[in-house]
């Protein structure tokens, strides 16, 4: 099994991820979360779970 790794350093709404893939950037707004390079949006719902929904072209 690969080992792989995921850091994020977040700056006020914007969170910088960094994997494997490379940098990726996210925006968060309270509980509402937008990631550009996946072209999704999330939601944070109470506990440990939350709604991703995509928009596909």
Do not use: A, Q
Not at 32 to 56: D, E, K, M, T
């Amino acid at each position: 099994m690969p080992f792989d790794f995921r850091l994020t350093k977040r700056l006020g709404p914007l969170h910088l991820h960094l994997s494997r893939r490379g940098i990726s950037p996210s925006l968060h707004v309270g509980p509402v979360g937008y990631s550009p390079r996946g072209r999704r949006w999330s939601v944070r719902l109470p506990g440990p779970f939350r709604y991703v929904f995509s928009r596909r072209r």
